[in-house]
Each structure stands twice: as structure tokens, then as C-alpha cells.
């Protein structure tokens, strides 16, 4: 029996996709209601060309919303069936229902994590992530449907010594790079002001005298308006991979990426993306897996800290196309 495409159940898979994160908050996503079943399709306008030329950080957003919304369906007690599609510059993914199924306790948790899960650019205090935990983390990221294409790993102290210095490499040539400062300026606002770009009260202080280089949001701003606070010495990073690195292998690891957020949201773990090093392609490079397969896709920061505040969304009806008789609604009043 395959489940019915309510409203109710398309409003569940689309709130549920939207707080997917993405680069910049730049929510590159819009999705169309067809034959009961979603297309999940990519916004160009939303692209970013000064820190992704290529798009890969655009289509890892999209695999973050792509998986939300699978996990919004399953959890709603529809199994959610991702029919294959070639993944071209507009169309990323369908999911459509199938049959009715129980939801399973695991999949009820991922998803009631779904509104809580944020980007947390606060210092991290106090404990170490558990080695079980991170173990958790990494198997996540293997079990995100994505098959054996995608691998995460923690970073031992000579790893994350160099990813440090190649983050630090990367910030610095950007922040003197004045194209570079415009895309963030474009992307940053004041809290309350807009739907997407990361908000002033999400940028968190600058690291004083630390190893850490956080991506700053806050070029905009004067140096002296913004505060600065101790980050920790020895950051536990980890690393997500992909075999291959075209859009099919963006759009797993986004995937992949989105259940070891959720899966950390669900054990009090916070964490950040530092993504620097991977939008400078020498640097990139650098950190191909030993065999030469394995493309980094994405560097995480965890820890335990503060909660933060959530990040503002554009509201679902501005991500959704039109349907057929709606666009000709539209075009019999415009014309
Ligand atoms: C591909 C990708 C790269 C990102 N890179 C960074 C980064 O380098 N630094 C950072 O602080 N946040 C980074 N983020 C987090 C986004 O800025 C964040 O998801 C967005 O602002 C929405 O906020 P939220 O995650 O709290 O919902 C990245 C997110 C994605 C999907």
C-alpha cells in the first residue's frame, strides 16, 4: 500500500528539509510537488562563486536536505523511496512514498533532532568526545544510505596539526582576498533582518592567541565590536570523505553528513564545520585519503558547549515551485 501525498505530509518533509544546513545559510534548495512524490531541485541563484566555483558545497547542502526530508517521511510512517534520477545542474534527487511502515525508535530520535541541530561556533569547554561516541559518529556516517561512498575519520594530533595549519593558510588568504570579503558581507546581516546568511548573533567570538582559525562572519563589522574568547588548544576534528568527487558524491556525503549532525545532536554533541581549506583546491588536494580515492568533503569541529541560538530559514512557501495551474494563474494576472 503506498501512502497518500497529504498536505500534512508534504508540510512534515518540507520544514523537515529546510532546516537542513548550508553554506553560508545560503539554502541553494527549491522543490516541487509532482505526482506524489517531491523533486528536490538546486537554486543557482543561491551559488556562491568567490568560495564555490564548482558548486560541491551547493550540492553537499542539497544532500543535507535531501536526507532531512527522507528521515521527516520515515519517521511520519512512510517508507521513502529515492527514485534514481541523473543529477544535472537543476534536478538533484526524487523521493516519493511507499509503503506505510512503523518507524523504528532510531529513526524517531534522528528526526525529533532535526529542529534542534545547529552550528555551534562557540569555544568548546570541558570533556573530550568520548572515543565511543566519535565511533558512533563515524558509523553514521557510513550507514547514511550512501553506501560505501562515504568515510569519516577522527584526526589524530599530527592529522589535526595539519589541518589546522592548512584552515589557518586558507582563512588568511581569504581574508585578504577582497572578493572573498564581499561574498561573506552579501551573506551576514544583523539578527532579525533576514531569512537566510548567517546572523549576527550565530558568528560567535574570534579565537584570541589560539590555533583555531573559525571561519569570521563578522568582516563586515569593526574589529573592536567584536568579542574574542579562548578556543580550545587541542580541537577534536574529523574528517568526511567520498569515493569520487563529482555531484553524485556531494550529494552522499551531504547525506552522510546530515546523519552524523543529527546523530550528534542526539548525544549533547556540538559541532562545527571549518571548510576553509577545502575551497582552496591545493590545499584540498593535500588531504586526499592514501589511496588517492577518497576526496575530503567536509572538516568537523566537536565538543561539548553552550547552546546557541537556531538559524533563520526562508518560509517553506518561498522554496516550493509553483504547480502547473498555479504558474498559469500567475501568468493570466501578469499578462
Ligand atoms: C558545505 C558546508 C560548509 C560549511 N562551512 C562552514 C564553515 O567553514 N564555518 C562555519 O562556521 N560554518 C560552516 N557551515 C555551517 C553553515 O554556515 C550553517 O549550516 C548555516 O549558517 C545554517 O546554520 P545552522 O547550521 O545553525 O542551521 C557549513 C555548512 C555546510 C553545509
Redesign the pocket.
Known amino acids: 500500500m503506498s501512502g497518500p501525498l497529504t498536505d500534512r505530509s508534504i508540510a512534515t518533509g518540507l520544514s523537515a528539509a529546510i532546516?537542513?544546513?548550508?553554506?553560508?545559510?545560503t539554502q541553494p534548495w527549491r522543490f516541487r510537488i509532482r505526482d506524489g512524490g517531491f523533486d528536490v531541485l538546486a537554486d543557482h541563484d543561491k551559488g556562491l562563486d568567490v568560495i564555490d566555483p564548482d558548486r560541491?558545497?551547493?550540492y553537499?547542502?542539497l544532500g543535507?536536505a535531501v536526507f532531512n526530508l527522507r528521515l521527516a517521511l520515515a519517521a511520519a510512517g512512510h517508507t521513502p523511496l529515492t527514485v534514481p534520477v541523473p543529477v544535472d545542474d537543476h534536478r538533484v534527487a526524487r523521493v516519493e512514498f511507499g509503503s506505510r511502515k512503523m518507524p523504528a525508535q532510531g529513526t524517531r530520535l534522528l528526526a525529533a533532532a532535526i529542529p534542534r541541530?545547529?552550528?555551534?561556533?562557540l569555544p568548546y569547554q570541558g570533556a573530550l568526545v568520548p572515543a565511543g561516541t566519535v565511533e558512533e559518529l563515524c558509523a553514521a556516517a557510513a550507514g547514511a544510505g550512501a553506501g560505501a561512498g562515504a568515510q569519516l575519520a577522527a584526526l589524530d594530533p599530527v592529522g589535526r596539526n595539519a589541518v589546522l595549519g592548512l584552515t589557518w593558510t586558507a582563512d588568511a588568504r581569504q581574508r585578504s582576498d577582497p572578493a572573498y570579503r564581499r561574498e561573506i558581507v552579501a551573506w551576514t546581516a544583523p539578527t532579525g533582518v533576514r531569512h537566510d546568511?548567517?546572523s549576527s548573533e550565530?558568528f560567535?567570538p574570534r579565537p584570541a592567541m589560539s590555533a583555531v582559525s573559525?571561519?569570521d562572519?563578522g568582516l563586515g563589522l569593526p574589529p573592536d565590536e567584536r568579542p574574542t574568547a579562548r578556543f580550545e588548544t587541542d580541537p577534536q576534528l574529523l574528517i568526511l570523505r567520498s569515493l569520487g568527487d563529482d555531484r553524485a558524491a556531494w550529494l552522499r556525503s551531504?547525506q552522510a553528513?546530515q546523519r552524523v549532525?543529527l546523530t550528534a545532536t542526539v548525544r549533547g554533541v556540538a559541532v562545527?564545520?571549518?571548510?576553509?581549506a577545502l575551497e582552496m583546491p591545493d590545499l584540498r588536494r593535500t588531504l586526499i585519503g592514501p589511496d588517492g580515492r577518497w576526496w575530503p568533503?567536509?572538516?568537523l569541529r566537536i565538543g561539548y558547549g553552550q547552546s546557541?541560538p537556531?538559524?533563520p530559514?526562508r518560509p517553506i512557501s518561498a522554496c516550493v515551485e509553483p504547480r502547473p495551474w498555479q504558474r498559469r494563474r500567475v501568468s493570466a494576472v501578469a499578462g
Open positions: 532546516a537542513a544546513p548550508s553554506i553560508h545559510n560541491r558545497a551547493m553537499l547542502s543535507a541541530r545547529r552550528t555551534n561556533r546568511g548567517v550565530a560567535g573559525v571561519r562572519f551531504g553528513l549532525l562545527q564545520p571549518m571548510t576553509q568533503q567536509m572538516i546557541v537556531n538559524s530559514r
